[in-house]
C-alpha cells in the first residue's frame, strides 16, 4: 500500500497557527473515521497526538486539532510553541490488509 | 502504569539471525495488539506488522511479509521481531508500540537500534 501523502515540512512564527494535510484515497482516510497524528521529537519515540480523526488523549494540549474532508485529513496547531518543532506523522486504516499506513511525515520548524 | 520496554542496541553482521523484543507490563497483554515500526536512519516511519497476543493472530505489511517474524509469548508478556538472515538495509530504529482500543497506538517501546554492517 502506498504512503500516505504530507507535506514535507511546514513553518510558523510562535503564536501562529499552521495546518498539515494528510492526503489518502477512499479505501483509507476517506472511507473511515480512523486517522490518527503522531509527534515524534529527534531521537525519542513517536507520542499520539490525535485519534479517530479529532481526539485527544488525555494530557495532549488543546491547541492541537484534527479534521478531515473527503479523503485529506489535517492536523492543526494553534498558538505554536517552540517545544512544537517536531517530525509528524498521520497513519489511517486500510482495508487491504486491516493494518495502518503512515503518511510520509511532516518536519515542523518553529521560526 | 503501561510500559513498553525493548532490548538493547545490536550490531550485527549481513546474513546473520536476530531477534529483539518488547516486554509489556500494566495491561492485559493479551487482550491489545502490539506492531512494530521501522524507521530507517534520517527517513519517516514504517509499519511492519502487528500481532494480537491472545491467539497469536498476525498481520504483515506487504513491503515486510517473509521478511521478518513477528511472535509473542504470553507467559512472560513479551513481543519479538526476528531476522533470520539480516541485510544492511535492515539498519534502522524499530519500535514497538500497542495498539489501543482502536486503530491507534497509544503506548510506545524505546526503540531498538539495530545495525548491520560488515
Known amino acids: 500500500q502506498s504512503a500516505l501523502t504530507q507535506p514535507a515540512s511546514v513553518s510558523g512564527s510562535p503564536g501562529q497557527s499552521i495546518t498539515i494535510s494528510c492526503t489518502g484515497t477512499s479505501s483509507d482516510v476517506g472511507g473511515y473515521k480512523y486517522v490518527s497524528w503522531y509527534q515524534q521529537h529527534p531521537g525519542k519515540a513517536p507520542k499520539l497526538l490525535i485519534y479517530d480523526v479529532t481526539n485527544r488523549p488525555s494530557g495532549v494540549p488543546h491547541r492541537f486539532s484534527g479534521s478531515k474532508s473527503g479523503n485529506t485529513a489535517s492536523l492543526t496547531i494553534s498558538g505554536l510553541q517552540a517545544e512544537d518543532e517536531a517530525d509528524y506523522y498521520c497513519t489511517s486504516f486500510i482495508t487491504s490488509s486491516a493494518l495502518e499506513v503512515f503518511g510520509g511525515g511532516t518536519k515542523l520548524t518553529v521560526l | 502504569e503501561v510500559q513498553l520496554v525493548q532490548s538493547g542496541a545490536e550490531v550485527k553482521k549481513p546474513g546473520e539471525s536476530l531477534q529483539i523484543s518488547c516486554r509489556a507490563s500494566g495491561y492485559s497483554f493479551t487482550t491489545y495488539w502490539i506492531g512494530w515500526v521501522r524507521q530507517m536512519p534520517g527517513k519517516g516511519l514504517e509499519w511492519m506488522g502487528i500481532i494480537y497476543p491472545g491467539d497469536s493472530d498476525t498481520r504483515y505489511s506487504p513491503s515486510f511479509q517473509g521478511q521478518v517474524t513477528i511472535s509473542a509469548d504470553k507467559s512472560i508478556t513479551t513481543a519479538y521481531l526476528r531476522w533470520s538472515s539480516l541485510k544492511s538495509s535492515d539498519t534502522a530504529m524499530y519500535y514497538c508500540?500497542?495498539?489501543?482500543?482502536?486503530?491507534?497506538?497509544?503506548?510506545w517501546g524505546q526503540g531498538t537500534l539495530v545495525t548491520v554492517s560488515s
Open positions: 508500540a500497542r495498539r489501543g482500543s482502536g486503530w491507534y497506538e497509544d503506548y
